[in-house]
């Protein structure tokens, strides 16, 4: 059964910290999405990786295939980085995690 | 380069009545993807269309819901009949081919009464 798991489900930190969110998933994938959806409702695709690390500004998504593992890593946070982040396994379609609920404090 | 169109953006339907919900991929994208997300839960794959074919619809309900993606014009959602449970954002997504990366939309948020 494909399944997706993401943790925490909820997190608070104050701005400047440094964020993981993880991401782990029941079997093989052919890549791995990380999705932000802001209050409003709307999501961005924020990454697509099927192997090794990508970055974009502040952010940085790991996956390692072996461990069946994905990180999303938010560098120097911000108030306004505050969202759902969502990591989606690309099995036959996506599959997607509850999402971890991220606040950032001033 | 737009990105990717959905209308309307709210819809209010009363029970019985009929919802049509509409997507208009990006410039260049034959694949559509629609989802649902209801109130409090996660995304949840329904629909998976190219042109004029219906891919995989297994997450699709076995009634009253219907997609279409024809050769001209936009993808269709339709979900005949509502009921409150039906209450939800539903999301498209369109991509360049089956695993290129996908391109969501502002998301229809649909309210039975």
């Known amino acids: 059964k494909n399944e997706v798991e993401q943790s925490p489900q909820n997190l608070t930190a104050q701005e400047g910290e440094f964020i993981t969110i993880n991401c782990s998933y029941s079997?093989?994938?052919?890549?791995l999405h990380w999705l932000q959806q802001h209050p409003g409702g709307g999501i961005v695709s924020l990454f697509m990786?099927?192997?090794g690390k990508k970055k974009h500004g502040r952010l940085i998504a790991t996956i390692n295939i072996q461990e069946k593992h994905s990180s999303l890593h938010i560098t120097a946070s911000h108030p306004r980085d505050s969202a759902v982040y969502i990591c989606?396994?690309?099995?036959?379609?996506?599959?997607f995690g509850k999402g971890t609920h991220l606040i950032i404090q001033p | 380069n737009a990105g990717v169109m959905q209308n309307p953006r709210h819809l209010v339907r009363r029970r019985g009545q009929e919802a049509r919900l509409r997507c208009s991929p990006m410039k260049g994208h034959s694949h559509v993807y629609w989802y649902r997300q209801l109130p409090e839960e996660g995304l949840k794959f329904m629909v998976y269309?190219?042109?004029?074919?219906?891919?995989?619809e297994s997450g699709m309900p076995k009634e009253r819901f219907s997609a279409e993606f024809p050769k001209e014009g936009p993808s269709i959602l339709r979900i005949q009949q509502v009921v409150r449970g039906d209450s939800a954002a539903y999301f498209c997504?369109?991509?360049?081919?089956?695993?290129?990366?996908?391109?969501f939309g502002p998301g229809t948020r649909l309210t039975v009464t």
């Open positions: 079997v093989g994938i052919s890549a």
């Open positions: 269309l190219q042109k004029e074919n219906i891919i995989d």
């Open positions: 989606a396994a690309h099995f036959d379609g996506l599959t």
């Open positions: 997504a369109s991509s360049y081919g089956n695993g290129y990366e996908q391109y």
């Open positions: 990786l099927s192997s």
